[in-house]
């Protein structure tokens, strides 16, 4: 079969639609308060209506896993070498479909990996790109093994536990982050998740390409959002990807008291980054 997407639609509209792709290891529910804050902060800031888009990635939610054939090319130690360029390629079927030729791709964190991978297959189909909490560096060995490994317990035991820890408090975390609604909420969309469904996407994100000298050939205007409290994608690591956009204007936003699920623990911020992004485009 080939790759079905699930489209949440937030608002429709003319115009240029924006699309959210979310992290692992949730699915586009973690959209939601952002999206609301986009539509009333918008329409505060008098910024005309466009649509507003959040698909599941495969295997998220309830979306469909792909089938061998959809999945595609497997490397040697089980990753999927070809999956998130299939991917890349769904998305852009569905805009088409739509009637659309261009969308602003937003990714945050694996979302962000799929984005790049757009950007990098159909660069035409980019009028914006916003990239958050996110890196455009292929997994180091050690990172791949610990993914595939990850993927093997979520499905052998059958189980969603290897990934938990995403809702658990760390040391330096953002104080949304330590309150228990926070770590709640995201636990509740951990345990929602199918442990098939997980491991089809650390497979897939373990055998993605390296996107990190694409960044220099990104036209269409940009954002790059960071957590100031993100543990992996802090600011430090961030900006340097704004600095390696050097064919395009890239607002940079860094934000307080914030950590990687920056879209859930700071909606407003991001989607107001997000608003500055439209306007620009």
């Known amino acids: 079969m080939n790759i079905r997407i699930n489209n949440k ?3 429709s509209g003319k115009g240029i639609p924006l699309i959210l792709l979310h992290a692992f290891p949730v699915d ?16 505060e800031r008098g910024v005309a209506s466009f649509p507003i888009w959040a ?3 495969p295997g998220a939610g309830d979306a469909s896993i792909p089938d061998a054939h959809a999945t595609g090319a497997i490397a040697d130690d089980g990753a999927y070498a070809e999956a998130m360029d299939k991917v890349a390629e769904a998305y852009v079927s569905m805009l088409h479909i739509t009637g659309h030729e261009k969308a602003i791709w937003v990714g945050l964190s694996m979302g962000g990996y799929i984005a790049m991978d757009i950007a990098r297959l159909f660069p035409e189909t980019v009028a914006g790109l916003a990239l958050c909490d996110t890196t455009t560096v292929a997994d180091r060995p050690e990172a791949r093994a610990n993914r595939l490994k990850i993927a093997q317990i979520c499905e052998s035991d059958n189980t969603v536990e290897p990934v938990m820890h995403f809702a658990r408090p760390q040391a330096g975390d953002s104080s949304v982050k330590l309150g228990q609604g926070f770590q709640d909420l995201l636990a509740g969309w951990i345990h929602d998740q199918r442990p098939e469904g997980l491991a089809w996407r650390e497979r897939m994100a373990a055998g993605r390409a390296d996107t990190t000298d694409q960044l220099a050939r990104v036209t269409a205007p940009a954002a790059i959002v960071s957590g100031e409290n993100d543990p992996s994608s802090p600011p430090a690591k961030m900006r ?20 990687h699920f920056s879209a859930v623990e700071r909606p407003d911020a991001v989607a107001n980054a997000l608003l500055d992004l439209v306007e620009r485009v």
């Open 28 to 43: 586009a529910r973690m959209w939601d308060d952002c999206a609301k804050s986009m539509i009333r902060l918008g329409d």
């Open 55 to 57: 698909p599941d990635t």
């Open 9 to 11: 639609v937030y608002r």
């Open 240 to 259: 340097p990807i704004a600095d390696a956009m050097t064919s395009t204007s890239v607002a940079f936003t860094a934000i307080p008291d914030c950590g």
